[in-house]
């Protein structure tokens, strides 16, 4: 049976986790005055499937945010920090979160196929970042998973400019790992990036800083569902 995490991003409408982070990758504050739960609200409003979380200190995160975020949502919550242990997993489902990160580019493999199957036995959604075919190709099968390509480089703190080919690139590889999801993910601003990952095969988007810099969060999303096309409640 698929995690409630995994369900909600097959079955949505438009399949866009909407993420809080405090900071940019290049420090810029995010929240703009806003509290967790304001966000929060405004992503429910805008029809968001499920949450992500970031409590990396890079980007000024920390456990606080996550629990104001389960505070005050019943949706299905993305837990993004550096996972590499089994207890960190179990305390992250404790703390009320649907799925968890976990990052290829800092797992070793035996790490990160005893992690996934961890997190598979807590309930909890694996959602491997990955960025290039030899991170992909060394994956534990993926079914049940959710597998995203990352449009930028970790190894630079994910500064500099996103590369949203890398997610066109890659996306026959991911599907050939058995996962049903494949997510592209960071560097996605504008609706016309969002629409044209979407229209080229990818089940889900994740994006942070682009909502939380958006003028008009419902234009953005208004705008995605005119340039894919939504029929029978999902994407046509």
């Not at 009320?96 to 807590?122: C, F, I, N, Q, Y």
């Not at 099968?141 to 690139?169: F, M, T, W």
Request: proline share 3%; glycine share 8%; with cysteine.
């Amino acid at each position: 049976m698929d995690s409630r995490f995994l369900t909600a991003v097959l079955n949505a409408r438009r399949p866009v986790i909407m993420e809080l982070k405090r900071r940019s990758a290049d420090g810029e504050e995010l929240f703009r005055g806003r509290t967790s739960a304001q966000i929060v609200a405004a992503y429910t409003d805008a029809g968001a499937p499920c949450l992500s979380v970031v409590t990396g200190r890079w980007f000024g995160g920390d456990r606080d945010l996550l629990d104001e975020v389960v505070s005050c949502t019943d949706l299905p919550i993305l837990h993004k920090d550096f996972f590499t242990n089994s207890s960190q997993l179990v305390a992250s489902r404790d703390a009320g979160a649907s799925a968890v990160l976990l990052t290829a580019t800092l797992l070793p493999d035996r790490a990160m196929a005893r992690l996934v199957e961890k997190a598979h036995d807590l309930g909890l959604t694996p959602f491997i970042e990955v960025a290039d075919e030899a991170e992909i190709a060394a994956l534990p099968d993926a079914e049940g998973c959710i597998v995203a390509v990352n449009n930028k480089d970790i190894r630079k703190r994910e500064r500099g400019e996103p590369d949203r080919e890398r997610s066109l690139r890659l996306l026959s590889q991911i599907r050939a790992t058995g996962s049903r999801c494949p997510v592209s993910a960071s560097g996605i601003d504008s609706a016309d990036d969002a629409a044209r990952l979407l229209r080229a095969g990818y089940r889900g988007l994740l994006v942070g800083t682009g909502l939380l810099q958006a003028a008009d969060l419902s234009s953005w999303c208004r705008t995605v569902d005119e340039l894919i096309g939504v029929a029978g409640g999902k994407l046509s």
